[in-house]
């Protein structure tokens, strides 16, 4: 099996490393290909319209670092770097969840999403920190059995699977659970730097539901997440009702 890496966290992040070790397991053929610093909270963003150039560097066998987002560092690798289609896409490890809303700014998630769309299988692999600290066990138990069994059964190739791995000392079991949200008017608060730039620090609370409670209780999380951002149910409803009412 011919596998792509890539992340959000940069190039040099423990996360990614953790997830080569992981893809020894069942590779045949690993390739990196990551943004050369942190691009967390890239969402599905590039940069290549904007910046019109990107600098890719070679670090290794296979392995390259890029200045762009995630979404840039797959749409790169599959284009220019590799020269045969991947089996399988994996991102991660990202230091901390991608549950709730985190789904809609994270990188990690993103550059998934950007393989999804190109029909080839990918995974995004997550694991929760605590206090401020973060302890990979549970990642390196869990992942090679989870990723292993995922490609097992498959899934259609449009979709990108989601995993998240708890912080807790004990694992619970895994459980297929929607991304669930937070309480998006937690805590936000600004500290005003001597700079004038300004820190943000956003304590958001567990709303109990999805994926977002359900880490939090010690399984692991596995999400579905679609391409397609269409309400189907809201869109065929407004159809039926309200068509007729927009242009005479």
Not at 80 to 87: R, S
Not at 210 to 235: A, Q
């Amino acid at each position: 099996m011919i596998i792509l890496i890539t992340n959000d966290d940069g190039f040099e992040s423990e996360g990614i490393k953790l997830l080569k070790e992981v893809a020894q397991n069942f590779a045949s053929e690993i390739w990196v290909v990551a943004p050369d610093t942190d691009r967390s909270g890239a969402a599905r963003s590039l940069d290549y319209p904007i910046r019109q150039s990107i600098r890719v560097n070679q670090r290794g066998e296979r392995e390259f670092s890029v200045s762009g987002t995630p979404a840039d560092c797959v749409i790169i690798a599959l284009n220019k770097i590799m020269n045969k289609k991947p089996d399988l896409v994996l991102s991660g490890v990202n230091i901390g969840s991608n549950v709730g809303d985190d789904v809609c700014y994270s990188g990690t998630i993103g550059a998934v999403m950007e393989s999804a769309a190109r029909s080839i299988p990918s995974i995004a692999l997550s694991q929760v920190y605590h206090n401020g600290m973060i302890h990979w066990h549970n990642t390196k138990v869990f992942a090679p059995k989870i990723i292993a069994k995922l490609v097992e059964i498959g899934w259609p190739k449009n979709i990108a699977m989601s995993v998240n791995f708890p912080a807790t000392e004990k694992v619970k079991g895994v459980e297929f659970a929607e991304q669930g949200e937070y309480n998006i008017d937690g805590d936000l608060t600004f500290t005003e730097n001597f700079d004038g730039s300004l820190s943000l620090n956003w304590s958001r609370e567990h709303s109990g539901s999805g994926s977002v409670g359900k880490i939090k209780e010690g399984f692991i999380t596995i999400t579905p997440i679609k391409l397609d951002f269409t309400d189907y149910d809201t869109l065929n409803a407004m159809k039926n009702s309200h068509a007729d009412k927009f242009f005479p």
